[in-house]
């Protein structure tokens, strides 16, 4: 099993930036794609960003150029870099993973951590 934590949410004002992380750990041997999510109270959970094992990147076309999703597969961790904050991407974000795991690949959700963008 694969479990997954994400940090570095908070406040920010509109315009600011903010790093999330998500660290991976359980017993696994091989993390595929990751990705991050987001969903606001009351609307749809929407992918923002993922990566694939090998560098790979896709973003969804209302943060392109302002995040950069990354990984560090050494430390089993991922990044989401966001700049340029704007208030309508308040919602809570959340890491995802697929990985093999006693010899399945699952999808595995972290807690998520929420992100506030206001003046």
């Known amino acids: 099993q694969v479990q997954l934590v994400e940090s570095g949410g908070g406040l920010v004002q509109p315009g600011g930036s903010l790093r999330l992380s998500c660290a991976a750990s359980?017993?696994?041997?091989?993390?595929?794609?990751m990705g991050w999510y987001r969903q606001a109270p009351g609307k749809q959970r929407e992918l923002v960003a993922s990566?694939?094992?090998?560098?790979?990147?896709n973003y969804a076309d209302s943060v392109k150029g302002r995040f950069t999703i990354s990984r560090d597969n050494a430390k089993n961790t991922m990044y989401l870099q966001m700049s340029s904050l704007k208030p309508e991407e308040t919602a809570v974000y959340y890491c995802?993973?697929?990985?093999?795991?006693?010899?399945?690949?699952?999808?595995?959700w972290g807690q998520g951590t929420q992100v506030t963008v206001s003046s």
């Open positions: 359980g017993r696994f041997s091989v993390i595929n794609a």
């Open positions: 995802n993973t697929n990985a093999r795991s006693s010899g399945l690949n699952s999808n595995y």
């Open positions: 990566i694939s094992s090998g560098g790979v990147t």
